[in-house]
Nanobody
Framework: QVQFVESGGGLVQPGGSLTLSCVAS????????MAWYRQAPGKQRELVAV???????NYADSVKGRFTISRDNAKNTMYLQMNSLKPEDTAVYYC????????WGQGTQVTVSS
């Protein structure tokens, strides 16, 4: 099974920027469609952004134009660049394959607050 480790979260003011990283235990980013998810307190986990093996991307409407998903296959790492952050972006952010692996990481907390 593939293991994921998310990092880069923290506190940021509205309008600020943050970059999240996801490291996988295997070189899977070149093979499988990958995604960032997030889960706010009391809410279900939701899909944020997707990147396919060919490099194409897609985003939830709520983050479109503000977030950018990317990957570095050689480093087994995926990124989420978040700009113009809003309080409603506050959540724990996770990475996983689109065809979800049961091996979710611990996620990384993003808190947007003034």
């Amino acid at each position: 099974q593939v293991q994921f480790v998310e990092s880069g979260g923290g506190l940021v003011q509205p309008g600020g920027s943050l970059t999240l990283s996801c490291v996988a235990s295997g070189k899977i980013f070149s093979i499988y469609p990958m995604a960032w998810y997030r889960q706010a307190p009391g809410k279900q986990r939701e899909l944020v952004a997707v990147i396919v093996s060919g490099g194409g991307t897609n985003y939830a409407d709520s983050v479109k134009g503000r977030f950018t998903i990317s990957r570095d296959n050689a480093k087994n790492t995926m990124y989420l660049q978040m700009n113009s952050l809003k309080p409603e972006d506050t959540a724990v952010y996770y990475c996983n394959a689109v065809s979800n692996s049961p091996s979710w990481g611990q996620g990384t907390q993003v808190t947007v607050s003034s």
